[in-house]
T-cell receptor, first 109, second 121 residues
Framework: GENVEQHPSTLSVQEGDSAVIKCTYSDSASNYFPWYKQELGKGPQLIIDIRSNVGEKKDQRIAVTLNKTAKHFSLHITETQPEDSAVYFCAASVDQFYFGTGTSLTVIP | GAVVSQHPSRVICKSGTSVKIECRSLDFQATTMFWYRQFPKKSLMLMAT?????????EQGVEKDKFLINHASLTLSTLTVTSAHPEDSSFYIC?????????????????FGPGTRLTVL
């Protein structure tokens, strides 16, 4: 089955700096890669996603890149703000989702 | 659009009782709903996949007789934890995937509910 690894597990950045979270996957059949933000005590919220026929996607301060050959994809958050502090999960999917282990992001004011 | 609700948000029950958690897609029809369990500071663990009108598919190690799933309509799935014990205490989250063929929106994406915190005393 699919195996998704996510790094780093924790990340602290100064407000205004950029944050990068990386995920690798093992199953070349995976074709959909969403990213979720989860705040404490709440359900995950989709923040951006990318499909295997696209290499990069951007939505304001958030971008995702995908390298199918290397089987890795990354989340980039620019101009970070304190409200970006949360746990971020990547996932790889053909049908069901396989989640990464999560990254706890802290943005220091 | 794509709002998923869960009820209750928190529940405390005594050991041996059963608890029902509802998951509803509020503004779309969901062909498939998923039930996850999440331990503190851990990732989401898929418990089962349910399709409207058919039996749920459980992941390995998940007891189907303990975690009863019903997906009676395209907007409602329920998870019943039967004879709950303290080790069943956890954060249970559902997600829903749009009906295939829904226009202008992805049918790959799972939209998550806010979760239900279950505490079994």
């Amino acid at each position: 089955g699919e195996n998704v690894e996510q790094h780093p597990s924790t990340l602290s950045v100064q407000e205004g700096d950029s944050a990068v979270i990386k995920c690798t996957y093992s199953d070349s059949a995976s074709n959909y890669f969403p990213w979720y933000k989860q705040e404490l005590g709440k359900g995950p919220q989709l923040i951006i996603d990318i499909r295997s026929n696209v290499g990069e996607k951007k939505d304001q301060r958030i971008a995702v890149t995908l390298n199918k050959t290397a089987k890795h994809f990354s989340l980039h958050i620019t101009e970070t703000q304190p409200e970006d502090s949360a746990v971020y999960f990547c996932a790889a999917s053909v049908d069901q989702f396989y989640f990464g282990t999560g990254t706890s992001l802290t943005v220091i004011p | 659009g794509a709002v998923v609700s869960q009820h209750p948000s928190r529940v405390i029950c005594k050991s041996g009782t059963s608890v029902k958690i509802e998951c509803r897609s509020l503004d779309f029809q969901a062909t498939t709903m998923f039930w996850y369990r999440q331990f503190p500071k851990k990732s989401l663990m898929l418990m089962a996949t349910s399709n409207e009108g058919s039996k749920a598919t459980y992941e390995q190690g998940v007891e189907k007789d303990k975690f009863l799933i019903n997906h009676a309509s395209l907007t409602l799935s329920t998870l019943t934890v039967t004879s709950a014990h303290p080790e069943d205490s956890s954060f249970y989250i559902c997600s829903a995937r749009r009906l295939a063929g829904a226009p202008a929106e992805s049918t790959d994406t799972q939209y998550f509910g806010p979760g239900t915190r279950l505490t079994v005393l």
